[in-house]
């Protein structure tokens, strides 16, 4: 059974500022099947990186997504304020189907 | 537009039954390469994928949850059912369905997502 993990749990930024988040896998990622969400207080996850590198539809420039296998990478090149949420990274392929990570919570400094 | 919204009970006791019902527009559970799933968040927690249908009928299921899962789907009606058995209070969650291409790695379109408690 394949495990993400997700460092670091909190990271404290400010606006203006470069948010690197980091996704682990217990085991390599099929075909870099890796999703990234942002998820904000009493709403939905909302997908913002699918196949790991790729942005979904509406998703503005400043988020990218990169890696492969094991490791994998959510960078927000410069937080704006409706950017302070939780983010969540997601697995597709290996059992169980989909796997999501603890997710990291990016908080106002 | 695809949008998808939940219904359901709000309030189950233990060793009930939950049925929640998906209803979506936008798209037809019908055309290739589409699928609707079920993801759990208990409050305050990670998210947790439950089950996946497939507009061919091909079902998948978390396999810590599997005997306890039946999901069903009524494309005319454009519903997605999700069936849980033997409700406990570790079960108390918001229950999402969601969107997803068979060729991409997320579910793209979510619903609001509905809040389930599991008490006596």
């Known amino acids: 059974e394949i495990v993400l993990t997700q460092s670091p749990a909190t990271l404290s930024l400010s606006p203006g500022e470069r948010a690197t988040l980091s996704c682990g896998a217990s085991?390599?990622?099929?075909?870099?099947?890796l999703a990234w969400y942002q998820q904000k207080p009493g709403l939905a996850p909302r997908l913002l990186i699918y196949d790991a590198s790729s942005r979904a539809t509406g998703i503005p420039d400043r988020f990218s997504g990169s890696g492969s296998g094991t490791d994998f990478t959510l960078t927000i090149s410069r937080l704006e304020p409706e950017d302070f949420a939780v983010y969540y990274c997601q697995q597709y392929g290996s059992s169980p189907l989909f796997t999501f990570g603890p997710g990291t919570k990016v908080d106002i400094k | 537009q695809i949008t998808l919204k939940e219904s359901g009970p709000t309030l189950v006791k233990p060793t009930q039954t939950l049925t929640l019902t998906c209803t979506f527009s936008?798209?037809?559970?019908?055309?290739?390469?589409?699928?609707v799933g079920w993801i759990r968040q208990p409050p305050g927690k990670a998210l947790e994928w439950l089950a996946l249908i497939y507009w061919n009928d091909d079902k998948r299921y978390s396999p810590s949850l599997k005997s306890r899962l039946t999901i069903t789907k009524d494309t005319s009606k454009n519903q997605v059912v999700l069936t849980m058995t033997n409700m406990d209070p570790v079960d108390t969650a918001t229950y999402y369905c969601?969107?997803?291409?068979?060729?991409?790695?997320?579910?793209?379109?979510w619903g609001q997502g509905t809040l389930v408690t599991v008490s006596s």
């Open positions: 085991q390599s990622v099929s075909s870099s099947y």
């Open positions: 936008g798209f037809s559970l019908s055309t290739s390469g589409v699928g």
């Open positions: 969601a969107h997803r291409r068979r060729d991409r790695s997320g579910f793209d379109y």
